[in-house]
């Protein structure tokens, strides 16, 4: 039996120490955090994020070989055989880098602290991600330990998904874990392996090198969000043309080399991660001298914020060129279904640029209003929070779907239409809605990468220049 520690109870820490401990009855799982309010909530029963699947895996653990605490986090440091650390690593907004490089603050802390408190050697598994060749640094600062205590530093990054973490979690495409080359780094990555054999097939495990492992984590958020952008980048053409972005990507994704998945065109990617990691990746480069593969890896930030400003320019130009004093609801407000995660959410961005034109926005999200009022900080007493999206659609000039959740497809567009100011307008920014029904209905339809559907033309095609 291990005594596993994991530093950082959020989005990642806290969800796969609970499958971790699940699958591993036979092992301790302790997971600490400087936030006690957080760990309060692990603690409770309203976890302080929400995940499907969660709550059960939680609850099936918790108590027996799961446990959150915030309290003496040294003797736990110094009890742990394996500690991950799963710390936030979020963009520098300060010094040099700002803005690019990662902020590793948090991380050096939590090596700091390994440091005082261990009496025992330990294996040290970077599960945060991190600009590549960081645990080089980790080894330095936990082999000036005078008593020579032995460290292994490991990374196993995380490829979870919020929204779908606990099944990523117990169904993992891969599992990566890098080490270094010599025999005792090996002992510890086969102990990391059969730690998740547990439940992981031993083909999906991968071993390699250390840095292969760091770059990989940020390589494949960038690849990921390259599709992204590519299918967004497309979607501005349909539009031009007729053409509709979601043939175009069943037409492009039916060639197995390319494959269906994330190709959804949208008002954009969001989440914590995305854009940190490649503005990371694009440091990284620049620092190495790299400055061309730096631009070609901007060029897929510059296509998300392209795509959400090119949004709020169709509503304000299909809305008679002004949204001052019109009322606007927002179906959506977390980064993606199924999470109550806001950060870097296009909803908020979205909604920002519509308060910079004087509307009056209004914000319906059945799991993230709390997460977005935090977010908006001073600009949350500008907006209305509604839960119930039809009160949040009462009297609105129109909708922007930016969060595609079910419930958003499955609501009374009728009772809606009915209840709101004409022209009603609908611009669909996850292509979830149908659109010929809405249509049908009386609104008048802007889907991203589509023709629009309207009751009147406007702006006019005879010449004349919107003012
Ligand atoms: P998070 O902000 O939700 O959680 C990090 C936690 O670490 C916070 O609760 C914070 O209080 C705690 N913390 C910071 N310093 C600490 C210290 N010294 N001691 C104890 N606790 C400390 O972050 P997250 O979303 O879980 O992400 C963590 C890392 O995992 C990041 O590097 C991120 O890039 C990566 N990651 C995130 C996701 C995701 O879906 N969110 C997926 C894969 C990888
Ligand atoms: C992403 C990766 O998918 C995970 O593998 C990774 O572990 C994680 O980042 C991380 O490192 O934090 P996540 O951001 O939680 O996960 O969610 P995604 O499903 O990747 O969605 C990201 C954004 O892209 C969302 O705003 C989503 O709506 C958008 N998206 C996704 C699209 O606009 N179109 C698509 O086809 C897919």
Redesign the pocket.
Known sequence: MADILCIGAGYVGGPTMAVIALHCPQHKVTVVDINEKRINAWNSDHLPIYEPGLQEVVERTRGKNLFFTSDHIGDHIDQADIIFVSVNTPTKTFGRGAGRAADLQHWEKVARQILEHSNSPKIIIEKS?LPVRTAQAMEQILNSNPSNIHFDVLSNP?????GSAIQDLQNPDRVLIGGHGTPEAQQAVETIVNLYANWVPREKIITTNLWSSELSKLV??AF?AQR?SSINAISALCEKTEADVEEVAYAVGTDTRIGPR???A?VG??????KK?ILNLVYICEKQGLHEVAEYWEGVLKINEYQQARFVAKMVSAMFNTLAGKRITLFGAA??ANTSDTRESPALVVCRELLAEHADVVLSDPFALENAKADLGADASKVTFEADPYKAAEGAHAIAVLTEWEDFVTLDYERIFASMVHPAFIFDGRIILDHQAVFDIGFNVYPIGKAPKQHFHWPPTNGFQAP
């Open positions: 991600t995380e490829f979870l998904a919020e494949a958020n990921l992204i994330f190709l959804k949208s990617f969001g989440g914590s991660c995305f990691d980064f993606k």
